[in-house]
């Protein structure tokens, strides 16, 4: 079957850069964390979550991949980051991603985007994160979301 056309851009872009990670698309919803780790079957802390954020100095996006299981501690991100951070609602976030709240993948956006990566994923072998689409996810390793992203890693809890 094929994947919806978010989805085939996320898979088309990791088999481009020469990575072999296969998009799936599952029945149930992914769109939240525990979602995700109850669709897929592993712990919430595995699930990488895409949370956008506007530096509003910047009127940029900034994207923090946390742990399925962390709160986001926002003035923390925004102290290390020199800027102050508000919530994006949907529209932003489909404007500066490309994507859809819920299937915010960590690459793949539609202009270039800062990362903070949480260091607590960094504890797993395998990771999952969204795919473009609030049903499609990828497994990747900890490596590898930091190599694709380029992002820094930081607590962020």
Same mark, same amino acid.
């Given at each position: 079957?094929? $994947? ?6 996320? &898979? +088309? ?14 029945? *149930?919803?992914?769109?939240? %964390?525990?979602? %995700? ?8 802390? &595995? ?11 910047? *009127?940029?996006? $900034?994207? /923090? /991949? %946390? ?12 102290? +290390? ?9 949907? *529209? ?14 960590? =690459?793949? #956006?539609?202009?270039? =985007?800062?990362? /903070?990566? *949480?260091?607590?994923? $960094?504890?797993? +072998?395998?990771?999952? %994160?969204?795919?473009? #689409?609030?049903?499609?996810?990828? &497994? $990747?390793?900890? +490596?590898?979301?930091? &190599? ?10």
């Amino acid at each position: 079957m094929p $994947l919806k056309e978010s989805a085939q851009r996320i &898979q +088309e872009l990791l088999s481009e850069s020469g990575y072999e990670n296969r998009v799936v698309e599952l029945p *149930d919803s992914t769109r939240t %964390a525990q979602e %995700a780790a109850n669709a897929i079957g592993c712990e919430i802390a &595995q699930i990488a979550k895409s949370i956008v954020f506007r530096r509003k100095r910047a *009127d940029a996006p $900034l994207l /923090v /991949v %946390a742990s399925g299981v962390n709160r986001v501690d926002e003035k923390k991100i925004a102290a +290390e980051i020199g800027d102050k951070l508000e919530k994006a609602d949907a *529209d932003f976030v489909r404007e500066r991603t490309g994507f859809v709240i819920g299937g915010v993948a960590p =690459i793949g #956006h539609a202009e270039p =985007i800062m990362t /903070v990566i *949480d260091e607590d994923l $960094l504890q797993f +072998e395998t990771l999952w %994160a969204a795919a473009g #689409h609030p049903k499609a996810v990828f &497994q $990747l390793t900890p +490596e590898q979301l930091v &190599q694709m992203t380029e992002g820094r890693v930081s607590a962020v809890k």
